[in-house]
């Protein structure tokens, strides 16, 4: 099952990121076997863009920084898209066996075929439960990847939604 | 000795996940087409699949109709219904269409695999608990209620399982608005369901 959330309501920056960090942290310490990853966003003060890094769940290694700095005024991508292929390498050999995968984003990067995208096909075909966030401006690309696999539900039902899988498989 | 499938799906998740498992179970190459178009054209050039795996929901020319030509194309190959739709009737359908085997795409991949190498066997494959319900459906069929249906009313059933409004059944049959609407009274009558909602699934449920 493959489950997808944008937030229609709360516009504030890296709350996706916020919820799914939170979510996969909440169930990781009831004990339930969560993979993936979770972006983390550091917040550099108000003259400064965030510093993003990507969190492998599972992995003892350190945080994978997956923003670059652009230098000040720099308007273009700040994403080493580099270093998020490597957090997606890291990621991948620590599915087997999880009950759950939290996917970051389906992001730019995913919509253009990079990125977690394989991972989030790979983890669907091994019939592992997969919750993501998709942004609004990707919607369109992830229904065109996905199609009816996916379901859509409600940021306050990302809790409920990864419990119940975990209660189905036990 | 090698194996080639064809995965016939819109969305590149399926052949993500599909193709993995092909691959997995001795399948290379494991050939992907986004449309019923796309899977003909290449069965005119690629050496003919041992194996496809059908999407009925596909853009364009797709659906149940494509079982006949893709065998039409590639007269040795198994086709497997892998679907969304997971309603008994349409597992009936796929085999009446000629395919060997119907699979939910919600099924754990445990039972694509069974899937697959049922298939290989030779054999026709439906999930357990699909293959009870339709036993149960024909087993059924001494008291089935579509017995007490005219030729006509089973035209006209099938027809709204299609998704067809009254208006166009009545113009595919070549009979009036009203005759068609009748007709639609007679077998909500009939069949004890309330609705077009209720034939529809009717007819989906029963295979018409």
């Known amino acids: 099952m493959l489950a997808w959330f944008t937030n229609d309501t709360d516009t504030t920056p890296g709350a996706a990121d916020l919820a799914l960090e939170a979510l996969a942290a909440d169930l ?23 510093d993003m890094e990507m969190i ?12 670059q700095s652009l230098g000040p005024g720099a308007q273009g991508c700040r994403l080493d898209t580099g270093a998020l292929e490597e957090a997606v390498a890291r ?17 730019r990067q995913e919509a253009m075929g990079r990125g977690f995208r394989d991972l989030i096909g790979q983890a669907v075909a091994d019939g592992q439960p997969v919750i993501l966030y998709v942004p609004r401006q990707q919607q369109a690309a992830f229904l065109d990847f996905a199609g009816d696999l996916a379901v859509r539900i409600r940021p306050d039902q990302l809790r409920s939604w990864c419990l119940d899988r975990f209660a189905a498989a036990s | 000795m090698t194996k080639r499938a064809l995965v016939i ?15 997995d179970l001795g399948y290379d190459p494991v050939g992907q087409a986004m449309s019923g178009e796309e899977a003909l054209d290449q069965l005119t050039r690629d050496p003919a699949p041992d194996l496809i795996v059908l999407d009925i929901s596909l853009p364009g ?11 039409a194309a590639a007269p040795d190959a198994r086709i497997l ?43 026709f494959y439906l999930a357990p608990k699909q293959a ?34 009254l208006q166009a059944i009545a113009d595919q049959l070549g009979v009036s608005y009203k005759t068609a609407a009748n007709t639609s009274s007679a077998l909500k009558k009939k069949l004890g369901v309330d609705g077009i909602n209720g034939l529809m699934k009717f007819a989906l449920d029963s295979g018409v």
């Open chain 1, 28 to 50: 990781r310490a009831r004990g339930l076997p969560v993979a993936g990853a979770v972006q983390r966003n550091l917040d550099l003060g108000p003259d400064c863009a965030c």
């Open chain 2, 61 to 71: 020319a797709g659906g149940l109709d494509l079982v006949a030509p893709l065998l």
């Open chain 1, 91 to 107: 990621t991948a050999p620590r599915l087997a066996g999880a009950g759950l995968v939290v996917i970051p984003k389906f992001g």
């Open chain 2, 132 to 165: 009870m319900a339709l036993a149960t459906l024909r087993a059924g069929a001494a008291g089935d209620p579509l017995g007490a249906l005219s030729d006509r009313e089973r035209q006209v059933l099938a027809l709204i399982g299609q998704g067809h409004a």
């Open chain 1, 56 to 67: 492998v769940l599972g992995d003892p290694g350190d945080p994978v920084r997956i923003s």
């Open chain 2, 9 to 23: 799906d819109d969305h590149p998740i399926t052949h993500l996940g599909a193709s993995r498992l092909l691959r």
């Open chain 2, 81 to 123: 219904v892998f679907s969304m739709n997971d309603q008994t009737g349409f597992a009936a359908r796929a085999l009446q269409a000629g395919a060997q085997g119907f699979l939910s795409k919600n099924a754990p991949p445990s039972d694509f695999r069974d899937a697959v190498r049922t298939l290989e066997a030779g054999e």
